[in-house]
Nanobody, 126 residues
Framework: QVHLSESGGGSVQAGGSLRLSCVAS????????MGWFRQAPGKGPEGVAA???????IYADSVKGRFTISQNIAQNTIYLQMNNLKPEDAGMYFC????????????????????WGQGTRVTVAS
């Protein structure tokens, strides 16, 4: 069983920054796709970014130029640096993973991701 643990959420003013972390119980040197998703109250999950085991990255259009996904393979950790936060960025942020040998690594399909963390909350005040 894969365990994912997120941290780093909090409350910021619009224009502020936060850095989310996700520690995985899997070896990121393996063929895993790691992604960040978010969910606002009353809405479905929205893909934010995904990073494949070869380092290739895809971002949602809504966060391009503001968010950066990265990974520290030695520490089995992925990060989401969020800059210039907007009120519409608020929500629960989830880390997710799936075997990248089975499906494309993209944040556009939450159903492709097999393993999910418990989430960390981000609040952005206008």
């Amino acid at each position: 069983q894969v365990h994912l643990s997120e941290s780093g959420g909090g409350s910021v003013q619009a224009g502020g920054s936060l850095r989310l972390s996700c520690v995985a119980s899997i070896d990121l040197r393996g063929n895993y796709c790691m992604g960040w998703f978010r969910q606002a109250p009353g809405k479905g999950p929205e893909g934010v970014a995904a990073i494949d085991s070869d380092g290739s990255i895809i971002y949602a259009d809504s966060v391009k130029g503001r968010f950066t996904i990265s990974q520290n393979i030695a520490q089995n950790t992925i990060y989401l640096q969020m800059n210039n936060l907007k009120p519409e960025d608020a929500g629960m942020y989830f880390c997710a993973a799936h075997s990248s040998s089975l499906r494309p690594c993209t944040p556009s399909s939450s159903s492709a991701f097999t393993f999910w963390g418990q989430g960390t909350r981000v609040t952005v005040a206008s």
